[in-house]
Structures are given as structure tokens and as C-alpha cells.
């Protein structure tokens, strides 16, 4: 009889094998977990290996700067060819490291200013692009197949035995350190300052392998302030059909607001003409969206219940700290954040509004135009269908049963989902167009799919200055394009409509116009604005907001 065969034995432990060796082999460098700042490239050196996936941290606002840099220093011929797993490109070090041969694959979300120089990396071949992801899909991924040998992250302090306190902006630090420690990775954390004592544990000590204390804070973008003195005629009026057109009817009370002028109009006029039509308390209540300083009259006029954040803003941390009852906070005061909770509470609401760079015939659009690859953050799970969502509310009934095509006798609901935009853009380029550049973008770079950031299928709306079209409530594709037409203003896709369909429409509602709403445009005033400028906002937070200095003007 034949002996039975049996397979040669598996090393099981490999990966926790290999930290160990590389722990080993920067023991020198450290003193417990602690590493001087001007140790950090021989630490990266004795640690990483050609071909490792390392993510750093860096999403919308807390960048692991330092480390970044560190990263850029490190001898090429040493340490080559990572993959880089990262949120936000938002540095310049973010890239030098393809420059140099040091990463080559990239898998993110978003790129913002470095948009340009990525598209001209990747054109050059010095940038192999895995994916463009949601924030909510390269999260997840963190745990399944692109869970980081190496990560960086940044936090306000550290204790001795390596506790990490994150402050307000904790933002993604949970989901990479997480990923990262419980797969035999590392974890190394660079801090504001190192402490006897971190006011709350963000981050065990035992999750994290080094921390080095920064020679200055870690980057912080404020890139959710908006001047209220900025905000414009156009803007109040789009603000105003929101309000009546949309909020009212849908009793909108949890959503999303992207960034901008155009949501920052809305908010500074929920106290003023939402109230005016006897909205408090009926719109507007429950919201997943950063600590913007355009809230602070909402707030304080009573709209607003409470507000989970994925991240802070600069000057806002004294006016969290004192109205725990609308921002969640800790015992020390200070708010917690957490990028992946607040992507999903968004994710979960009533509804979406944002803004995008063009919209096509379908309802898609695209915050990628040509020679730019800017990504999308989290956009793409705020404005989709919650297709898991089984819990009910007014508006998500009502927009349900109107997008109801009779081919089903089961009852569901339907997520509103917002694009509020002006029919030109900076420039004078048409937001309307007949074929998105995100087209172009997939040849020129090679991609697997066009760079879409909202399907058409998943949006409800479109405003304009020139009114609202309710797409969901279209009954083929060709009266859909009719009525995104119809809002269109005198873009070239406006232009071509089909003004009997269009009227047709506008007599059954899909399309209306201001005085449709009983909206007299004349009273598009800034007198609407709760808050006219930043010292406006801080008179009405009873001084408690401090804006970063580049928005004062006293």
C-alpha cells in the first residue's frame, strides 16, 4: 500500500515572523518606542523593504507630513518601488517619492491641487494607478487585499508607553492603524508633542510600534471655512429653492452637505427665510458634515440637533468644546471625529447636496476634467442609492414612491440625491455638457473605467439659477434629458432643448422654476445671509470661533 502523501508543512506565522525582524532590526534607533526626529530616514531604511504597501495618512485636513518628508529623504537604491495606499494626495512629498523611483503603484482617493502634477507622473509612467476609490472602498480594502506592511500616521501627543491622543481631527487614524497592527504590520506615529499623561486614548499603545515627536505640528488644512462675504445673489436664490423646493416638501432632517458657497448659502439662510416659512424644527436637524463655521447661526438660531464630523476645522475647537450637545466630544472636550463613521452616517441620510465640476445628458458627473486627475473623496457614497437602508423617514418614502415605475408591487424607499450647481463654472466653462472629459481621461490614462464621481441613476436633482429638475420623477431617458436641459441655462446644452418638452415638463413639475415655487428672485438679497462675514460668525459664536488668521480682515 502506497504511503499517503501529505503536503510539507506550512509556516503559518510568517508575517508576524517578518515584524518581529524588522522591529530587530531598528531596535537601535529607539528607546522603548520612542525615535528622535533626526533618526527617522535611517528608521524608514532599517524598516522598509523594496516592494512594501505603505500608507500614509492623509485625508482631507491631518497629514503625516513629517514622515512624508522622512519618506522623500530615503535612499532610493535602498528602498524602491512601494505601493502607496493614502486617502488624500495633498503634499508635494506625496509625490516626489514616484519622482525619485523611491513608490511606484498608487491606490487613492482624492488629489486636490496635486491633480495636475499626478496626471503628468502618470502620463510619464512614473505613476502606476491601481484605482481611483470612494473613501468608504479604500478603507475597506485596508482589510482585504491592501492592508499596509507599513503605516504612518500623525496625532496631537503621545504618552511615554506610546498612547496616542488624536485631538479633534482623528479623521482616519482608527482605520489605518487598525489594519495595519492586527496583520503584523507597523505602525509609526508622528506627534505635536510627547506627554506624561494624553488627555483620551485614541490609540492603544500596543497597536503602535514608534513615535517620533515632530519638530513642528503636523499639517492642517482649513479647507472647510467658507467667508460668508463671498457669497453671492445666485447663490442665495439656488439656497432659497433648495430650501422650499426640496427641504420643505421632502421634510429633509438628516442629510450631508458638500463644501462650498453654494451649501454655505444654504446654511446661513436656514435662519433667516427657512425660519421665515416656519421650517425650524421640520428641516435640517440631523447632519453628517465637518464643524463649518457657516453652521454657527444654524446652531445657535436652534436648527440644528446634533453634527458627527469626519474631521475638524481650525478656529472651531473652543465652539465645539462648548456645545457637546450638538458635536460629539470626549471627557477632555475636545470633538472625536472618525472619517469612516461619518462617510457611513452620510452614507444613511435622507439626503446628499454637493457640487462637481460637469454634468452630462444622463444626470453623471465628474469632478475630473482634462490633464487633471483629482479623485473624489467621499462624494461617491454620500450621492448613492443606500440600497441596504431599511429604516423609514418622510422624505425617504416620498422620494421613493415618486420614483416608483409600477414594474413592482413592493414599496421602497429612495435616497435624495442633490447636485447644486451654476450652469458655468470659473471661466465661463459650461457645467453642462454633451460627453464628460472623464471619457478622455480613461484613454489617456489608461483606466479601467471613466473617472465618474455620481452616477445618473443615483441622482434625484439638479439646481440651477434657472430652477430644479426632478429626475426621479421622469418617465424615459428622453424626457430625463429633457429636463436636465431645462436647467441648463444658456450652456450649449441648454440651448438645444426642446422647449415644448421642457414646458411639458415644468407643467407637471418635474422642472420649476423660482416663481413655480413662489420664489420672487428680487429677494435673492445678502440681507438673507445670517452671517455677512467671518467677524459676523464670530460675533455670533459669542467669540468662542478663531478663524485661522488668512480669513480676518480686522
Not at 481611483?132 to 499596509?148: A, C, G, K, M, Q
Not at 492603524?177 to 504590520?185: H, L, P, Q
Request: glycine fraction near 8%; hydrophobic fraction near 40%; include cysteine.
Amino acid at each position: 500500500m502506497n504511503a499517503i502523501s501529505r503536503p510539507p508543512p506550512q509556516r503559518w506565522n510568517q508575517l508576524a515572523e517578518d515584524r518581529a525582524e524588522r522591529l530587530a532590526r531598528a531596535a537601535h534607533l529607539a528607546c522603548g518606542k520612542q525615535v528622535a526626529a533626526g533618526q527617522l530616514v535611517a528608521l524608514l531604511e532599517a524598516l522598509l523593504r523594496p516592494g512594501d504597501r505603505v500608507c500614509i495618512e492623509g485625508n482631507n485636513q491631518k497629514h503625516a507630513d513629517f514622515l512624508s518628508a522622512g519618506l522623500a529623504r530615503v535612499d532610493p537604491a535602498r528602498v524602491h518601488g512601494l505601493h502607496i495606499v493614502q486617502s488624500n494626495i495633498a503634499l508635494a512629498s506625496h509625490l516626489d517619492i514616484f519622482d525619485s523611483g523611491i513608490a511606484t503603484k498608487l491606490d487613492f482617493c482624492y488629489s486636490g491641487e496635486q491633480g495636475v502634477r499626478m496626471g503628468r507622473l502618470i502620463k510619464q509612467g512614473r505613476i502606476q494607478v491601481g484605482a481611483i476609490h470612494t473613501y468608504l472602498e479604500l478603507y475597506s480594502r485596508y482589510f482585504v487585499d491592501l492592508t499596509p506592511r507599513v503605516a504612518f500616521v500623525a496625532a496631537q501627543s503621545a504618552d511615554r508607553a506610546g498612547n496616542l491622543y488624536t485631538g479633534p481631527n482623528t479623521e482616519d487614524t482608527p482605520a489605518v492603524v487598525e489594519a495595519t497592527a492586527f496583520k503584523s504590520g507597523i505602525v509609526i506615529a508622528q506627534v505635536n508633542e510627547l506627554v506624561d499623561r494624553v488627555p483620551r486614548v485614541d490609540v492603544p499603545a500596543d497597536w503602535v510600534s514608534f513615535v517620533l515627536e515632530a519638530p513642528s505640528p503636523h499639517h492642517i488644512e482649513p479647507i472647510f471655512t467658507r467667508d460668508p462675504a463671498q457669497i453671492g445673489e445666485v447663490q442665495i436664490l439656488m439656497a432659497m429653492m433648495v430650501i422650499k423646493g426640496l427641504y420643505a416638501p421632502y421634510q429633509v432632517r438628516r442629510l450631508n452637505h458638500g463644501i462650498g458657497f453654494d451649501t454655505a448659502a444654504i446654511e446661513l439662510i436656514l435662519p433667516t427665510y427657512a425660519d421665515s416659512l416656519g421650517l425650524k424644527g421640520r428641516i435640517c436637524e440631523y447632519m453628517s458634515v465637518n464643524p463649518c463655521p457657516t453652521l454657527i447661526p444654524a446652531i445657535e438660531a436652534g436648527f440644528i440637533k446634533s453634527i458627527h464630523c469626519a474631521g475638524s476645522e481650525p478656529g472651531m475647537e473652543r465652539y465645539i468644546e462648548q456645545r457637546s450637545d450638538i458635536f460629539f466630544t470626549g471627557p477632555d472636550g475636545s470633538m472625536r471625529s472618525n472619517r469612516v463613521f461619518c462617510q457611513l452616517a452620510g452614507h444613511y441620510a435622507d439626503l446628499f447636496i454637493g457640487s462637481t465640476l460637469q454634468i452630462d445628458l444622463e444626470g453623471n458627473s465628474s469632478t475630473a476634467t482634462l490633464d487633471r486627475i483629482t479623485g473624489f473623496g467621499g462624494a461617491p457614497n454620500f450621492g448613492s442609492q443606500a440600497r441596504g437602508r431599511r429604516h423609514a423617514s418622510p422624505a425617504w418614502l416620498k422620494a421613493g414612491a415618486e420614483s416608483a415605475d409600477g414594474q413592482s408591487r413592493m414599496p421602497r424607499g429612495r435616497k435624495l440625491v442633490v447636485q447644486l450647481v451654476q450652469s458655468f463654472r470659473e471661466k465661463m466653462q459650461p457645467t453642462f455638457v454633451e460627453r464628460l472629459d472623464a471619457w478622455r481621461l480613461q484613454q489617456d490614462f489608461d483606466l479601467a473605467l471613466p473617472p465618474v464621481m455620481v452616477y445618473g441613476d443615483d441622482l434625484t436633482h439638479i439646481v440651477t439659477e434657472e430652477g430644479i429638475a426632478h429626475l426621479h420623477r421622469c418617465a424615459t431617458p428622453a424626457e430625463r434629458e429633457q429636463a436636465i436641459r431645462g436647467v441648463a441655462g444658456y450652456t450649449p446644452v441648454g440651448l438645444a432643448r426642446d422647449r415644448r418638452v421642457v414646458e411639458n415638463l415644468r407643467g407637471r413639475g418635474i422642472v420649476q422654476r423660482p416663481e413655480d415655487l413662489g420664489i420672487d428672485a428680487r429677494l435673492a438679497t445678502r440681507d438673507l445671509l445670517a452671517a455677512r462675514s467671518i467677524k459676523d460668525l464670530v460675533r455670533c459664536s459669542g467669540g468662542l470661533y478663531d478663524p485661522p488668521k488668512r480669513f480676518r480682515h480686522w
